[in-house]
């Protein structure tokens, strides 16, 4: 899994990041956004044989920046919830809290590293894919300059969930 190609769909990070990347950079902590609800609907065979459905509630994060470009986000997380609809099976997280700190590279990448709840979304056309991954502890990854995709998952550590085996 180390160093391959990957998508990454982690719920609270992602949507924190298009929250908060929007937002402009200070060197104090920005007020804390308050996540509302989302869902997410993969259809069968991107993630896994099934269909994919991704929910979550509440969460909310605060973000540091410095002016290299480099920034933290510490927060509560969501609950999220993973559903086959084809089975009525589902799989729920309380993400409790996580830290995520990402350094910008001098190519416009970033290196995340994440502690905490992280899930993955590896699709059909990756290496190691089509599966999603719950993952619990830490992570390093290098993600593009957007912070919309993770080009790789270079370290993990901790516990996983195969979330399609899981929702079988």
Do not use: W
Not at 133 to 139: A, K, M, V
């Amino acid at each position: 899994m180390f160093g391959k190609t990957v998508r990454r769909l982690a719920p609270f990070a992602a949507i924190a990041a298009i929250l908060l990347v929007a937002q402009p950079a200070s060197a104090a902590a920005s007020k804390p956004p308050q996540l509302q609800a989302f869902s997410v609907s993969l259809p069968a065979g991107l993630a896994c044989p099934f269909p994919l459905d991704i929910t979550g509630t509440n969460g909310q994060i605060t973000q540091v920046t410095f002016k290299n470009g480099s920034f933290f986000n510490v927060g509560k997380g969501v609950l999220l919830t993973y559903s086959n609809p084809s089975n009525g099976k589902s799989y729920t997280v309380n993400t409790a809290g996580s830290v995520d700190r990402f350094v910008q590279n001098p190519d416009g990448t970033y290196t995340g590293y994440l502690s905490g709840h992280n899930g993955y979304i590896y699709f059909n056309t990756d290496a190691t894919g089509p599966r999603a991954i719950e993952y619990t502890g830490r992570l390093v990854v290098t993600t593009d300059s957007t912070l919309s995709n993770t080009l790789s998952v270079d370290f993990t550590s901790g516990q996983s969930v195969d979330v399609c085996a899981a929702l079988s």
